[in-house]
């Protein structure tokens, strides 16, 4: 008897998903193995199994598929081509002055395959070096290293970073050239790999950039969250996509087997698809890289101990020395006289192709799924003038046919500012009914854009003895103890203009819906400062104080709202709910 070990390297293509789903009826013994690169990609994996055996259970009496045997070993770098050495400070010096980069200057590094239909959408990294930008006052530099699939691309990417990145300065180099695909890495400062697809298995780069001593900033995505530790080598900015079930129109139609070009063609579509829908949290992502940014000893200690990880986990030697002790796992069922008999359930023909819901095979990859339950709310700035602007890009639009029409987006964003907050059922049903079925790609769309805030359903932190939530063990600043955010480049102790108040409502209702109860406690509280009769802030203020258990104080503040506007029937049901805990 001998083995048979594959590796799975990507799930991204037709032929690659059709090998898999052979799996499902094959003769595989117990000596024979898969090696998946992620836990993510080993369940991706076993749900296509999954898939495709489901039309051959029925008509073997409910037969039990042959179990696949597999083991999660990730790709390896040679460590010590990046070890840091009098040489590659060197070259960084050098590579720094060729591209005009100061050493006070931030270096943000992005590499790859740069095509926005698969995978590395650039939205959420421009909006982040933006934001990231204007907050420390920094010179910004975006490289970008790697190649693009076609020119239309290319001018597609630097038109993007113009308009969405202007502040940050861009460089486009070429990736297959090996003085940079080889010196890159040592002339940046923080990796940045906000991905969103559905090659992201495991990320070769990620683990290069690690050894490299760089701290990773990256989407909770995949096999990502596997190379990074969020907050040890880097942060990673939580991801959301529809659940599964909300794809099933996506599946490809069995007659494509019949044109290999035409369902190529629509596998790819469907990839875009996948990558529309998926949404990066971009406030997330800019607070990660601001904080690096100004923090130089943070950066410094998250960029070692990213490279400790990788000579621990990710050197070659070490997945060597993983496939070895797999081999010698597998030579010892082989010979086990307990050893399984060779299973054959007589399936003559491959089963079916896995053409099914993209965002079932995918469940276990975001951080969230959008569900009816997702809160919602706009992101500050949002208005229809940004949709417009974000949306006449095709980097944007390519995948307008699966989403909701523009006008039904219009209105979901209508429908949040006149509401406030929201679940994703709730805008859902306020769409036309043929409608409704796209609308949680449509709210992850918008999300993907920066529109809105997501939060889990029903997340609901602890409070402290004064009515908000202890972040990370520390207690919230109370009022005057922290500023008001700067508008317009002024540092403001008080909402000096309704424009000023405005803008931090925004803020309250997006932190309150990313469940950041303490931070929308303290806004509410900064703007009552200045504004004692704001309704809505002594309503949402109340709310968080009754939740904590705090009543009197809750009550306090609901009776300040409906002084303030005796109409408000949000207020007295509030209200009415707090004097009933009070008995």
Not at 52 to 73: D, Y
Not at 89 to 106: Q, W
Request: aromatic content about 6%.
């Amino acid at each position: 008897a001998y083995s048979l070990v594959g590796v799975l390297d990507s799930l991204a293509e037709p032929a690659v998903l059709d090998e898999v789903a052979g799996l499902a009826g094959a003769p595989i013994e117990p000596w024979d193995a898969v090696v998946c690169p992620s836990r993510a990609a080993e369940s991706a994996f076993r749900r296509l199994l999954d898939e495709a055996w489901g039309p051959f259970a029925a008509s073997l009496g409910g037969q039990v598929r042959s179990e696949v045997p597999t083991r999660v070993i990730p790709f390896g770098v040679d460590c010590e081509e990046f070890a840091e050495t009098s040489e590659t400070r060197a070259i960084r010096a050098r590579v720094r002055r060729g591209l005009g980069i100061g050493e006070d200057d931030l270096a943000l590094l992005l590499f790859g395959r740069f095509d926005y239909r698969d995978g590395r959408h650039p939205i959420a990294a421009y909006l982040a070096a933006e934001e990231t930008a204007k907050r420390t006052n920094r010179r910004c530099f975006l490289i970008h290293a790697g190649r693009f699939p076609e020119a239309e691309i290319e001018r597609e990417f630097r038109d993007a970073a113009r308009a969405f990145a202007p502040a940050a300065r861009c460089i486009f180099l070429d990736g297959d050239e090996p003085a940079v695909r080889g010196n890159v890495w040592f002339a940046a400062d923080i990796f940045v790999a906000l991905h969103d697809g559905v090659r992201e298995m495991a990320d070769a780069a990620v683990v290069t950039a690690m050894a490299s001593g760089l701290p990773v900033v990256a989407s909770d995505w995949g096999g990502l969250r596997e190379a990074v530790r969020n907050g040890v080598e880097g942060f990673l900015a939580p991801t959301w996509l529809p659940e599964p079930g909300q794809g099933s129109d996506l599946a490809l139609a069995p007659e494509l087997d019949l044109v290999p070009e035409a369902r190529a063609q629509a596998f790819a579509a469907q990839r875009g698809i996948v990558s529309q829908a998926t949404a990066v949290d971009i406030r997330a992502a800019a607070e990660a890289l601001a904080m690096l940014a100004s923090n130089t000893d943070k950066r410094r200690a998250l960029g070692e101990a990213a490279r400790r990880r990788a000579w621990e986990v990710f050197d070659w030697t070490t997945i060597v020395a993983q496939h070895r002790a797999l081999w010698r796992d597998l030579a010892e069922l082989r010979v086990a006289p307990e050893g399984a008999p060779t299973y054959d359930i007589g399936v003559t023909r491959a089963p079916a192709t896995s053409r099914g819901d993209p965002f079932a095979r995918l469940a276990d990859y975001p951080s969230h799924r959008i569900g009816a339950g997702t809160r919602l709310a706009l992101a500050p700035g949002t208005d229809a003038a940004r949709l417009e602007r974000l949306a006449r890009f095709a980097m944007n639009s390519f995948a307008a046919s699966a989403l909701p029409v523009p006008e039904e987006l219009a209105a979901m964003i209508a429908s949040l500012a006149e509401a406030g907050e929201a679940t994703a059922a709730e805008i859902a049903l306020r769409l036309p009914p043929e409608q409704q079925g796209l609308a949680g790609r449509g709210i992850a769309w918008l999300a993907k854009m920066g529109l809105l805030a997501l939060g889990p359903a029903d997340a609901e932190p602890e409070m402290d003895d004064r009515g908000v939530p202890p972040v990370d063990g520390q207690i919230a600043p109370s009022v005057d103890e922290r500023m008001v955010p700067p508008v317009d480049g002024q540092t403001m102790t008080s909402p000096e203009t309704a424009a000023a108040t405005d803008r931090l409502v925004a803020e309250a209702r997006a932190a309150k819906i990313r469940g950041d109860v303490n931070g929308a406690a303290a806004l509410w509280r900064i703007i009552l400062v200045s504004a004692p009769a704001h309704v809505e802030a002594n309503l949402r203020l109340g709310e968080i104080l009754a939740g904590a258990g705090d009543t009197a104080a809750a009550l306090d503040h609901f009776r300040r709202a409906a002084v303030a506007d005796p109409a408000s029937a949000p207020v007295h049901c509030a209200m009415g709910r707090a004097l009933a805990l009070q008995g």
